[in-house]
């Protein structure tokens, strides 16, 4: 190559190239001649993996660069300095692959004294073979044992005086030799100085950091990682001694919880009062280990929230355990203080539970998560709309057939060998499946559907599917059902109605409203419903019942109490007052409003707390301080509207509204409660030791400990969703071809 590369360079001098092209040609024959010297062995030793090429220009084919390519992983660089770019790439550990070669033998010290060098060349010249120069050792040599003696070969890949190392045990020798001259050097220097050394705080603070971090993934990585020997090399190499997965499982682990422990029971304290969440009551079958837990969170009035516990529930668990197991946690938090707790937000699988407690505690507003009721609606919809029935059953029915007739199914072969990305089978609910309490499965054999629409429609068209519906009398209405334009306005009218409700129970989970938000959500649903209706041609009245009664199932008094006392709700009216939304509620509602406050309060003050009501609703807020309240800026993440300061409708009733006595006690009490119970969703793979380690005091102990640690600092980012969805964005979603199959709802609706 290089004798090409050379006539290459003289022809364009030859046919008068300018004064750069020269340049470029004599530098890149200068660095020609130094590698070829160097592999003599009178250079540098890098100039064995790197090579200098010629760039020329694609229009002009005149010469413009020189690089330097590693014939170890074939990257390139620049040619301005061959010593550094040796350092960065090769010393350094750029290269992936040139730690797996060993030095050149040149750069190696020599295995014997000078006495057995010699006693070697006598051994030479006796067998009849020339003996080696003294500028290499006998370990240069290719040892070739296919004849009676030993000869010397010359490796010719690179250039004729070249030589390539070659032991018995073949390549994987040449990492065991650089491993003895190693100890060889350490032996004739064993006092040799390494290089600077961390200080004592240096190696503290690294160590707490990794601390921290392996903490924080909460069994993602696991104990023995921390003694893998690739984990120990890299401490090494920045200057880190080995750590002890003992010290990390015991007195580390202890300090990192003690101290998070403090800090969440410090807030606690600070706080006059709180409400509990609990998340995990309402799987009985602990299909996924994050079913299994139970994780208690405590809301403070500030907005915070502080992680207290998870408890391994292991199954099905009777109400009354769950009532007990509150009112435990309820002490435990709270130090006896009971009053302190004034409210607990859990799955609706236990409301019996929340509605005993609060029954028994007058101060308390116990709710049903609002997070489970739009998701219980979807199952509603499922059992008692009749379309669901229609469309899952036709779903099924063509996804059965696609996945189980093989002739059928290599359709979907044929069309990725014409370059149509298609992710696999359609996706169909395990025959176990109780899609009346899960309709999580329906919903992704209803996207499938979708997807493949146009792949469906062609398939059906074609003559060897024709054949099939000869004999096949499933295939032949299933072929009528994928050209029927009603049956995809069907699926596109409950897939819609379907993704509409659970991507509002996302926006629900994600944002975490207060109860004071709970009625203009739902009112927004009936409204999107309606409309939904409307589009699809669907009759009202049966869908508006199965929407009314998931309503008055999930509400609770303390959401229209908490609408009127909130002053972002305020309207303002014609004389310029900003006023409490009453005419937006129900008379059963006002009534549950009058009910609930005087509930709230002791029975001398009910009569007091209802004047001030009546004051309230007659007079309001302020109006400079109502639109101080109500003032709102667009969040940089979503882009979407939204209040400034969510905690000046609670501080508006501490500080401004001071001669409300009675009905302010309520109002800072309400206006914090969240609406939901999912203020921590995760799956930590350290959740599977809690099920393993059910049966040991000591290793449960651990576990718990480490979960605490995790949540602690999830809250602390305020990362209340699952950050491992995040890991789906390194694998992007792909492709051109995939704009055909999102085509398909233009294409069904104008047909």
Known sequence: MASINANAGADVSSSGEDGA????????????????????????????????????????????????????????????????????????????????????????PPLASPSSQNHRKRGFKQAGIPSPSPSSSFAAGVLDSTEMGYSMVTNTGLTQHQHQLVLS??????????????????????????????????????????????????????????????????????????????????????????????????????????????????????????????????????????????????????????????????????GNVVHRCVGIVGDKYKAKALKNLENRNHWMVNLSCLFQGFMSLIKDFSRELPLFKTV???????????????????????????????????????????????????????????????????????????????????????AELIQDVGFWNDVEAVHSLVKMIKDMAEDVEAERPLIGQCLPLWEALKVKVKDWCVKFRIAEGTVEKIVERRFKKNYHPAWSAAFVLDPLYLIRDTSGKYLPPFKCLTHEQETDVDKLITRLVSREEAPIALMELMKWRSEGLDPLYAQAVQVKQRDPVTGRMKIANPQSSRLVWETCLKEFKSLGKVA?????????????KCNWPSMRWVCSQGHSRVGLDRVQRMIFLAAHAKLERHAFLNEEDKDTEVFPMASGEDNMLNEVFVDARSV
């Open 21 to 108: 092209a020269k340049a470029v040609n004599k530098r890149y024959e200068g660095l020609l001649t130094v590698r070829s010297k160097a592999i003599n062995g009178k250079g540098a030793w890098y100039w064995n993996h790197l090579e200098p090429i010629l760039v020329r220009d694609p229009e002009t084919k005149l010469p413009k660069a020189v690089k330097l390519r590693c014939n170890l992983c074939e990257a390139s660089f620049s040619a301005s300095n061959p010593s550094r770019t040796a350092t960065e790439h090769l010393k350094r550990g750029t290269c992936s692959n040139f730690g797996s070669v060993a030095r050149p033998v040149s750069q190696l």
């Open 668 to 680: 800072v009490r309400l206006l914090f409660l969240h609406a939901t119970s999912c203020g921590l």
């Open 392 to 478: 899952t059953d036709n779903c099924f029915k063509i996804a059965t057939l696609f996945n189980s007739t093989s002739q059928i199914r290599n359709h979907f072969l044929k069309f990725r060998s014409h370059g149509v990305e298609l992710p696999g089978l359609i996706r169909v609910p395990l025959p176990h499946c109780d899609l009346s309490k899960n309709s999580a499965p329906v919903f992704r054999m209803l996207e499938d559907v979708l997807s493949y629409a146009r792949i469906l429609q062609l398939i059906v068209l074609d003559d060897s599917y024709k054949t099939v519906c000869a004999e096949n009398l499933i295939a032949r209405e299933v």
């Open 169 to 334: 045990g073949g390549k994987e020798d040449l990492g065991a030799l650089a491993k003895l001259e190693d100890s060889v050097k350490k032996l004739k220097s064993p006092k040799s100085s390494p290089g600077p050394a961390l200080s004592k705080d240096q190696v503290d603070s690294a160590f707490n950091l990794l601390a921290e971090w392996f903490y924080e993934s909460c069994g993602s990585v696991s104990f023995s990682s921390l003694e893998h020997p690739k984990f120990k090399d890299f401490l090494s190499h920045v200057g880190l001694p080995a750590v002890s997965r003992k010290y990390f499982a015991g007195a580390k682990l202890d300090s990192k919880f003690e101290q998070a422990r403090m800090e969440s029971e410090a807030r606690i304290r600070d706080a006059v009062f709180f409400q509990i969440a609990s998340d995990g009551w309402k799987n009985d079958n602990c299909r996924y280990v994050d079913d299994c837990m139970i994780k208690f969170t405590v809301n403070l009035p500030n907005g915070t929230c502080v992680f207290h516990k998870a408890v391994y529930k292991g199954g099905s668990l009777p109400s009354q355990y769950a009532e007990d197991v509150l009112w435990e946690t309820i002490r435990g938090i709270s």
